[in-house]
């Protein structure tokens, strides 16, 4: 069993970057996020659907791409930081065969209440920048 360290608002600064992570675009990863989201539009689970409309494959959500987005913020501070938004912005739509890299930076830190604002970015092998936004979390005191 792996044990999960949180971060403390002591142990992060201002310009640290966080370490990146790799996703694989699967036609699982989008329709199955859709459909999790309650997502029924068609270009989310049907190539052909996606086809009409210009694209080769079937392409993710929004809602995907903004939980792909907390759970990076969120695999970096550990469990016991609280998510206090997200701010989201679409580029390229990330299509199955695709590796989208999702990099951060720590913009902003208040160390007395623990608010942290995070720069985050996906960009796909492809056609570039999915995602950029901010994920703002505050952070536990020392224990």
């Not at 675009?25 to 190539?47: M, N, Y």
């Not at 086809?51 to 695999?75: C, E, H, K, W, Y």
Request: hydrophobic share 40%.
């Amino acid at each position: 069993m792996n044990e999960y360290k949180t971060l403390t608002r002591t142990e992060v600064s201002v310009g640290d970057k966080l370490p990146t992570a790799d996703i694989d675009i699967t036609t699982g990863l989008v329709v199955c996020g859709a459909l999790a989201t309650r997502d029924f539009e068609p270009v989310h689970h049907s190539k052909a659907a996606a086809q009409a409309v210009g694209l080769p494959d079937v392409f993710m959500n929004i809602l995907t791409s903004q939980g792909l987005m907390t759970r990076f913020a969120t695999d970096w501070s550990g469990p016991e930081a609280v998510v206090k938004s997200v701010d989201l912005r679409l580029g390229a739509p990330n299509i199955p065969g695709m590796l989208m890299t999702v990099s951060g930076e720590v913009t902003a830190l208040d160390k007395d209440s623990g608010l942290v604002d995070l720069a985050v970015t996906g960009e796909n092998n492809i056609w570039g920048m999915h995602m950029q936004g901010t994920v703002q979390l505050t952070l536990p005191k020392e224990s």
